[in-house]
C-alpha cells in the first residue's frame, strides 16, 4: 500500500464530523468540549496503521540509513523484561515484549535491499522471514550464527554505546552469548550500531509527518480545554487539580502521557528572581495569576511535548495585561530566533550559540534547551542547549541536523511585566519538524494567552 494511502486511513479516522477550526483557533489549539470532538483511535484500530507505518520504515528508511551508516548487517537481540531501547520500533503490533530470547537480523544485499529475519521461539510474521523457531537456546544461538556466517557481512552493527542510551540496548550477557556463539575471526566484524539507530529513531517518513500534526493537536487540545472555566474555579482550584485533570483526560482519550502533567504558577506577590530557571510554584489558583504546564503524550508510536501559559483575569479585567502580551510576542520572537538558526548539517551547538547571540542581540533574556521528539518524548538527535548547561555539550550536541526530523521548541523568556513590576517567566514548548528548509509546528503555536475567566 502508498504511504500516502495509509497516512489518509488514519487521518479519515480521526475526527467525527464538527467545523473546521479557523486559523487562529488552530494556533491556539482545538478546545475538547467532549469525548465526542476527536474519534481516537482504538487499541485494536491503531495496529493496522501502525503496522503500514512500519512497513514502509523497513522497506523504504532502513535501507537508506543502513547504507549511510556503512553497516552490512544489524543485530538487535534482547530478552523478555530486558528488552532493547530500539525494539518496539521494529516488530509489528501487537507485540508487548521480547519473548524469552528475542534476535532480529538486518542484512544489506548488494542492491541494497534489506533482508528482515526473525531467530525467535515464537516468530513474529511479516514483515519478517522466520529464520529459526524453537525452544532450545543453544539452537538458538547457532541459528544466528549460521545465519551470520552465510551472509560473510564485514561490518556488523550491535547496540552498544558508550554516550546514546538508545543505542546501547545489548546486555553484558546477550554480548558475551554472541562473541561465544561466532568464530573468532568475526568478533572484530562487530561494531558500534550507534549511528544507524540514532538515525532511526530521529527519522520521520512522510506517513508519519502527515498523522503528526493530528497527534499535537490532541494534546494541545487537552491543555486549552483544561486552562478553562470549565475546569478552574479560581479561588478553589489548585494547580494540582489541574495536572491531575489532564492526566485523567488522556486516560479517558486512551492516550498514555510519558511523564506526569505539571503545572505552576507565579504571582505578582512573588518576585522571580533573574538567576532562578524555572520560576514558578504550586497551591491555590487565584486571580491575576499566570498559570504554566508540561504536557507529553504518545499515540500511533509518536510522543508529543508541549508547554503552555495561562493568565487568569481579576473580577475588573476584561483582557490580558499588555505587559504580559508583550512577554508572549517576546516568546515568539525567540522561538522565531531559534528556528532561524536551523540549517541542514549544522551541530546542536551551532544553533544553541548563534540563538543565544542573536536574541542577546535582540535584547531577549532566553535560555534555550531545544530536543529531538519521536518515538520517545526526549529523543535523539541534536541537543540544543540544556536548561543547565547553556553552553556546548558534548556528543549530543554535535550531532548534525538532519531534514525531516521533529523537535520539541523549547525554552523561556524572562522580561519585566509593568503592570507587575517584576519579571515574569514566559515558558514555551511546541512540537515541529525540520523539512530540510524550514521549521514548520505541527499544529501551530500559542500565540494568545489561554484566559480563565
Known amino acids: 500500500m502508498k504511504a500516502f494511502t495509509a497516512a489518509s486511513l488514519v487521518l479519515a479516522m480521526f475526527f467525527c464530523g464538527g467545523a473546521k477550526a479557523t486559523a487562529a483557533e488552530f494556533s491556539q489549539g482545538r478546545v475538547l468540549t467532549s469525548a465526542a470532538d476527536y474519534q481516537v483511535l482504538s487499541p485494536r484500530q491503531r495496529v493496522a496503521p501502525e503496522n503500514r507505518i512500519l512497513n514502509e520504515r523497513l522497506e523504504q528508511l532502513l535501507p537508506q540509513l543502513m547504507t549511510e ?16 531501547p530500539v525494539y518496539f520500533t521494529l516488530v509489528p503490533q501487537p507485540t508487548f515484549a521480547a519473548r524469552r530470547t528475542t534476535m532480529l537480523l538486518f542484512s544489506r544485499n548488494n542492491d541494497g535491499s534489506v533482508d528482515k529475519l526473525s531467530v ?7 514483515p519478517y522471514t522466520s529464520a529459526w523457531a524453537g525452544g532450545n537456546l543453544t539452537e538458538q544461538w547457532q541459528a544466528l550464527a549460521k545465519e551470520i556466517i552465510k551472509r560473510q557481512p564485514k561490518r556488523i552493527g550491535i547496540n552498544s554505546s558508550e554516550h546514546w542510551p538508545v543505542a546501547d540496548g545489548l546486555t553484558t550477557g546477550l554480548h558475551q552469548q554472541l562473541l561465544a556463539a561466532l568464530p573468532a575471526d568475526y568478533h572484530s566484524r562487530l561494531v558500534s550500531a550507534e549511528q544507524l539507530v540514532v538515525r532511526w ?22 491543555i486549552a480545554e483544561a486552562f478553562s472555566n470549565k475546569v478552574i474555579t479560581p479561588g478553589v482550584t489548585t494547580t494540582d487539580d489541574v495536572a491531575w485533570y489532564i492526566r485523567e483526560r488522556f486516560a479517558q482519550l486512551d492516550l498514555p502521557v510519558w511523564f506526569m502533567p505539571y503545572v505552576n504558577l507565579q504571582r505578582q506577590s512573588l518576585a522571580c528572581e533573574a538567576g532562578n530557571p524555572f520560576c514558578g510554584i504550586t497551591g491555590v489558583i487565584q486571580r491575576g495569576d499566570v498559570l504554566h504546564t508540561d504536557v507529553g503524550i504518545c499515540y500511533l508510536k509518536l510522543c508529543t511535548d508541549t508547554q503552555e501559559m495561562a493568565y487568569v483575569l481579576h473580577n475588573t479585567e476584561t483582557d490580558v ?18 528556528t532561524g538558526q536551523f540549517k541542514t548539517g549544522r551541530t546542536g551547538n551551532t544553533i544553541l550559540a548563534g540563538t543565544i547571540n542573536a536574541a542577546k542581540r535582540a535584547g531577549i533574556n532566553s535560555s534555550t ?42 525554552g523561556n523568556i524572562k ?8 519579571l515574569v517567566h514566559i515558558k514555551l514548548e511546541q512540537s515541529a519538524y525540520f523539512d530540510g528548509k524550514q521549521v514548520i509546528y505541527l499544529a501551530g503555536r500559542q500565540t494568545r494567552w489561554h484566559v480563565i475567566r
Open 69 to 84: 551508516s556503512g553497516l552490512d548487517m544489524w543485530l538487535v537481540i534482547n530478552r523478555e523484561y530486558a528488552e532493547d
Open 120 to 126: 525467535n521461539r515464537y516468530p513474529l510474521g511479516e
Open 201 to 222: 529513531l530521529e527519522q520521520r517518513t512522510s506517513s508519519e509527518l502527515e498523522i503528526y500534526p493530528q497527534i499535537v493537536s490532541l494534546a494541545r487540545a487537552v
Open 321 to 338: 495585561p499588555a505587559g504580559l502580551k508583550a512577554a508572549l510576542a517576546t516568546g515568539n520572537r525567540w522561538q522565531d530566533i531559534l
Open 369 to 410: 534547551y531545544t530536543h529531538a521528539i519521536g518515538f520517545v518524548g526526549h529523543a535523539p538527535g541534536p541537543t540544543i542547549g540544556m536548561w543547565d548547561n547553556q553552553g556546548d555539550t558534548p556528543v549530543q550536541g554535535d550531532w548534525p541536523l538532519y531534514a525531516n526530523t521533529a523537535y520539541a521548541i523549547e
Open 415 to 422: 522580561q519585566v511585566v509593568p503592570e507587575w513590576n517584576q
